[in-house]
């Protein structure tokens, strides 16, 4: 049985003194348990990793949302997160699993077919998928895979698979009609323009997807 119950991945841009504030907004605005949060911030030292991960943890929990920390298995452990996402060309899903124990959630960022196989097969219980559209921070791992590839990952893998890569409300409803969850970076957390926060964002997802 799987245990991946929420259909949104909202996906930190960093980390900064605004993001437990900003992860918070955007929970708020979503039905409890519609969404997890990856603590994603590469330019964090182990220690600041840590302490971040700590504070979002609290947040994260207050609102009933899993929190996962990239890359670190470690710091997922020590932190209380709820598991560990990996880049694709960090730890395999299988080593990290003896790592973390069979109660953590393991994610998996994957770019093809072939990957989220290897992913699901080591076991991770979700994997994202994409970029499925063009997005610039999404660039070094090739074009775009398109919503048929995406379509095809779904319906080939056992586990849930999020689309990621440049979708927005509007996509967010492409994906849905084929299975898919949703993962983002910019249309919540990253959102740039002040008049359109992570809670606006957050709840035109959710409409989109079907949760409020």
Not at 166 to 173: E, L, Q, S, T, Y
């Amino acid at each position: 049985m799987n245990r991946i119950a929420f259909s949104l991945l909202l996906i930190t841009d960093g980390w900064d003194a605004q993001t437990g504030s900003r992860v918070a907004q955007a929970l708020a605005a979503l039905p409890t348990g519609a969404a997890a949060v990856q603590l994603r911030a590469k330019a964090l030292s182990g220690r600041a990793l840590a302490e971040a991960a700590g504070e979002l943890c609290r947040v994260t929990q207050a609102c009933g949302a899993p929190l996962l920390v990239n890359d670190r298995a470690d710091v997922a452990l020590l932190s209380g997160a709820a598991g560990v996402h990996l880049p694709a060309r960090g730890l395999p899903s299988k080593a990290a699993r003896r790592l973390v124990g069979p109660e953590r959630l393991i994610g998996a960022s994957t770019h093809s077919l072939a990957e989220a196989e290897m992913a699901v097969a080591g076991g991770a219980d979700y994997v994202t998928f994409g970029p499925v559209w063009e997005t610039p921070s999404k660039a070094p791992f090739g074009p775009p895979l398109g919503m048929e590839a995406l379509a095809r990952a779904v319906a080939s893998l056992p586990v849930p698979v999020f689309a990621l890569g440049g979708v927005d409300a509007a996509r967010a409803a492409e994906c849905r009609s084929v299975g898919a969850k949703v993962a983002c970076i910019g249309a919540v957390l990253g959102a740039k323009d002040p008049a359109h926060g992570p809670a606006e964002g957050a709840r035109l997802l959710a409409a989109a997807l079907g949760l409020s």
